[in-house]
DNA sequence: GAGTGGTCTAGACCACGGG
DNA sequence: CCGTGGTCTAGACCACTCG
């Protein structure tokens, strides 16, 4: 009866799993080679490679030409998060989706914010405050520096009905992405804008992204901030995912 | 000259995400079709394939049997974190990696971890709190529960010499995680263990692991938590990562 | 030097799902 | 139905790196 199903790769990574998970291979241990694996399972090794390339990108395996497989020591585990458009992180909730704008203007940044979008002494940008809101109760506030030298297009957008947010990625192109978690205080402004009380400790996200200017050959020395995005969510946020 | 070089599958998808970001191919709109491009390129199908598929498991392109391939509308931005063991975590920032136990017992778990353990009421547990320290300065705080139903062999271990962490990482299977950040205000407690001041705002994450009882296709259900921690970083800490 | 993983090819069959 | 992506096969060559 065991003759019956066809392997697939998805067949020998799951095996494999088991075996690992079982303890069969103890981490450190050397597993057969590809040939031997594709042997065993009656298949081509190219089967085998599909399934044994994805344990090796998700850390489960370690892998080198030579040495071989070997079953990953420290199984550094790897989360990924989704980062959607606010507007379907909220509607994804089930609550209804709104916007409201706070402030646009193109204004002098602050020093802090001019080093990190590494903008000239004398340069202008355009600066957007909104708030997102779920079900009419603030979910999170955006605070956001736009680079008119690299999206002057901006400066002529009504960001009173599109947030910049989506705005940007309709019409931006970008190429790099930072994204940075931290933990803020509540300070008068913002505890009033989310509905918080001054001194909760609020979720953050800071997100930057660049451009590097495309087709030169001169990577990240060319590179340009395109925006700048702190988002401060409401108390009691939480992001959470699976490993 | 431009034969010269052999076509790879990383071949291919530098040159589909350039027309991407050029825009070129339009977010919703339909690109060639696998033996297309492989025409084009002059290659085998399965190579381009290979490129495509990386390409639409980041959420870069959204591809549909008979429906074709499209560039995906809502670039969703995947963001990938390596969760790695907190030795390491501290190690490649170039500091001295330290440990300090605070608390090992077998306890009743309080009504809020027994439930998110999904703890019969009267079930004891392994209590493992610790720092540990970057250079000698506190860097997390680890407050771990251990249900001792699912890893009874932790009982034994002597956790002044060795972090709850990293035995678990060795001797524990487990098969499905869950990681959850967010923000929590400092009490005293917390402050005087992490050498922060009372009200400032910690990066916090909770973890908690399942065994899917191996091999049994009831799946969830017969799932038990292994362990449960919460740690929460010092004042400052930052998790960041690339697009 | 030689063993191991990384990749390509050409052809084939299958599964899904739009029309 | 039938076009499209998903996958398998067998063989081949290459690149890296350990011993």
């Not at 799993?17 to 597993?31: E, H, N, V």
């Not at 040939?35 to 994805?54: G, I, K, M, P, Q």
């Not at 708030?131 to 957008?157: K, M, S």
């Not at 001054?198 to 030169?216: E, K």
């Amino acid at each position: 009866m065991t003759g019956k199903t066809r392997i697939t790769w998805q067949t020998v990574q799951d095996e494999v799993s088991r075996r690992i998970k079982a303890r069969i291979w103890q981490p450190g241990d050397l597993i057969p080679t590809e040939a031997e694996l594709a042997a065993e399972f009656d298949c081509a090794r190219v089967t085998v490679n599909r399934a044994l390339r994805e344990l090796a990108e998700t850390g489960v395996l370690d892998r080198r030409r030579k040495a071989g497989t070997r079953v990953a020591e420290h199984p550094t585990r790897r989360a990924v998060f989704d980062i959607p458009i606010l507007r379907q992180e909220i509607t994804a909730t089930g609550a209804r989706y709104g916007y409201a704008l706070v402030r646009a203007a193109v204004a002098d940044p602050p020093v802090p914010v001019r080093a990190a979008m590494r903008l000239g002494a004398d340069a202008r940008a355009l600066t957007v405050q909104a708030l997102h809101l779920a079900d009419d109760r603030p979910f999170v506030f955006e605070d956001r520096w736009i680079n008119l030298g690299a999206v002057p297009a901006a400066q002529t957008v009504d960001f009173t009905s599109i947030s910049a947010n989506e705005w940007l990625v309709r019409n931006a192109v970008f190429s790099r992405g930072e994204v940075v978690f931290s933990a803020t205080v509540a300070d008068a402004r913002l505890a009033e804008l989310l509905g918080a009380a001054p001194g909760d400790a609020l979720f953050c996200v800071d997100r930057r992204t660049w451009d590097d200017a495309a087709g030169a050959d001169a990577q990240r020395e060319a590179a340009q901030v395109i925006t700048q995005a702190q988002l401060t969510y409401g108390p009691g946020y939480r992001l959470r995912t699976e490993l």
